[in-house]
């Protein structure tokens, strides 16, 4: 007998998004990730949940296609069949094409997993049994990019996951409209948002990103990026076990191992 089709997982998320919104992840997902799909034989990307318009995953495919390799394929994925159709006049296979799927895939094994703003409306009990049903598709040696950020992609944080579960979290900020480091918490991921409790590694993250911040106010008549390089340098020789070179903190980030902020 015929198999049927592959029921969706998951439910409709909001759908909300903007151009460009999506941009820091994107970037660090050519840094950080391109050799995954520079050694895949087949390199396909699935934009998870990509919302009401398909301009998230038209960024990423072109990002991706111009930073990493020219024969990388995106699919965009989403539950709601009325967002696949509106969809489609924005495919441009067999780089950019777009289908219904949840977190079972839809069928396919890509490389890579971008979910973005779609476990936020999720309970915190559910994200674990999520990203084992995302990473459980995967291509061998595959990973899933999850989290989220502002309505205008200014903040977010995202957790890279792998096979073995999540490897690093990842905090990232517009640094010329930064006030404070502590904004980040308001987009920390489904699975750290509710920690940011005293007692809780996460939140001692933050407040001891914003204490350097703080204390590296004399460098702001240099610019903000100067202040957060400062504040980063201090949190690693505070003993915070800062991934990445300063080229990476310039663009306003900050990674770490999961374990450093894991929930207790």
Not at 22 to 51: E, F, K, Q
Request: net charge positive; proline share 8%.
């Amino acid at each position: 007998m015929k198999a049927g089709p592959v029921r969706p997982q998951g439910v409709v998320t909001r759908g909300t998004t903007n151009p460009n919104r999506l941009r820091r992840v994107d970037n660090w997902i050519v840094a950080t990730c391109g050799d995954r799909l520079r050694a895949a034989a087949d390199p396909l990307v699935v934009d998870l949940g990509y919302g009401a318009t398909p301009v998230t995953a038209v960024e990423l495919r072109a990002r991706l296609a111009t930073g990493v390799r020219a024969d990388v394929r995106v699919v965009g994925l989403e539950i709601d069949p009325v967002r696949v159709a509106a969809a489609a006049p924005a495919a441009d296979p067999p780089g950019l094409t777009f289908a219904r799927g949840g977190f079972e895939l839809a069928g396919l094994r890509p490389v890579l997993v971008r979910a973005f703003n779609v476990l936020r409306q999720y309970d915190e009990s559910e994200v674990a049994a999520a990203w084992r049903t995302v990473t459980d598709r995967l291509a061998p040696g595959g990973a899933l990019v999850e989290g989220t950020c502002d309505e205008l992609g200014r903040l977010g944080s995202w957790v890279l996951v792998d096979a073995t579960g999540p490897r690093t979290l990842t905090l990232a900020a517009r640094l010329a409209t930064l006030e404070t480091p502590a904004q980040l918490a308001e987009r920390l991921p489904k699975a750290l948002i509710h920690r940011n409790v005293p007692g809780e590694r996460v939140h001692d993250l933050i407040r001891a990103l914003d204490d350097a911040w703080q204390a590296a106010a004399g460098y702001a008549p240099f610019g903000p990026r100067q202040r957060w390089l400062r504040a980063v340098g201090a949190l690693k020789q505070a003993g915070w076990p800062v991934l990445d070179r300063p080229h990476r903190w310039r663009q306003g980030e900050l990674t770490l191992p999961w374990p450093a902020v894991a929930p207790t």
